[in-house]
């Protein structure tokens, strides 16, 4: 088990003029080698969760274990917690900052105390996982494009070796080929290295696509679980939180009257009624 969180709950500035409850009473498991996608409205409390993740933010109330090490606890080792679990935040290209990708990839290993052999490993394997290549390696990071810079940045993460890489929206204000790409990367990272994923997203189709498992957020709680297809099934649910289940599967019900979340799953479903037709 990697995240046993029981009935945590986050405010931020407590007891101050900008008190803002943020997380209320959530609990979730997330155990080794899980693939699973966070969604929800704008503001719901996914980001104030994930960074629950890497002991960034301990709850207010509640517990939360993160590799079996319970992140308020005084002793708590928290540089080992945040080696073991890599976050990915939001716009994560905006803290790029060496002279080249190689240099930008090597920070967290070397910072870690790895020699300069051993951290040119990790670069290596990190940037091989996520597809960059030696030349982009020695570019600027400035001088690539926004879906290498993202990839750039998740390979820095895993450059920490973690067990756990949670990612904050990794394709926000990518464009489509962009966005596919990157969850393409992740996908395959997942089934080769068996690594625990957690992806924060907004992008529907996209998630149904990528995770096993889904957690949708609402007003500071988990609204509503399942795999993709269980959750999206409820989409006049999803709707009334403000989210939109992908079109794919609004259109399969209406025509057929069917479950579907993917344009696979519906290009397969509707061959197969025309054959038996
Ligand atoms: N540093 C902060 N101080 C005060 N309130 C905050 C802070 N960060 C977030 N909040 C508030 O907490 C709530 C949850 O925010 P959070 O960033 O976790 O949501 P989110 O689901 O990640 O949203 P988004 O989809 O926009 O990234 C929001 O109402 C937000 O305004
Ligand atoms: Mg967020």
């Not at 924060?200 to 500071?220: F, P, W």
Request: hydrophobic share 40%; glycine share 10%.
């Amino acid at each position: 088990m990697i995240i046993k969180a029981e009935n945590i709950s986050y405010t931020y500035s407590e007891g101050g003029p900008f008190e803002k409850e943020a997380l209320y009473n959530v609990s979730i498991t997330i155990n080794q080698g899980d693939f699973v996608g966070i969604i929800g409205h704008t503001g719901s409390g996914k980001s104030t969760l994930v960074q629950h993740f890497n002991g960034l933010l301990k709850p207010t109330s509640g517990k939360i274990t993160v590799c079996g090490i319970d992140t308020l606890d005084k002793k708590a080792n928290l540089k080992k917690v945040r080696t073991k679990v890599g976050l990915v935040f939001q716009y994560p290209e905006h803290q790029l900052f060496e002279e080249t990708v190689r240099q930008d990839i090597a920070f967290a290993p070397k910072n870690m105390g790895l020699s300069e052999r051993e951290t040119q490993e990790r670069v290596m394997w990190a940037a091989s996982l996520v597809g960059l290549t030696d030349e982009i390696l020695e570019k600027s990071p400035f001088e690539i494009s926004g879906g290498q810079k993202r990839r750039a940045a998740i390979a820095g993460v895993l450059a920490m070796q973690p067990d756990f890489l949670v990612l904050d929206e990794p394709t926000a204000g990518l464009d489509p080929s962009g966005r596919e790409e990157i969850l393409f990367q992740i996908k395959k990272l997942h089934k080769e290295t068996g690594i625990t994923v957690a992806i924060v997203s907004h992008g529907m189709e996209d998630i149904a696509k990528t995770v096993e498992y889904l957690y949708v957020m609402n007003k500071g709680e988990i609204a509503m679980q399942g795999t993709p297809l269980e959750v999206y099934a409820q989409y006049e649910l999803l709707e009334k939180m403000g989210l939109d289940a992908p079109q794919i599967t609004k259109l399969m019900k209406h025509v057929y009257g069917v479950n579907i979340c993917t344009v696979e799953d519906a290009k397969e479903y509707i061959l197969g009624v025309a054959h038996r037709a």
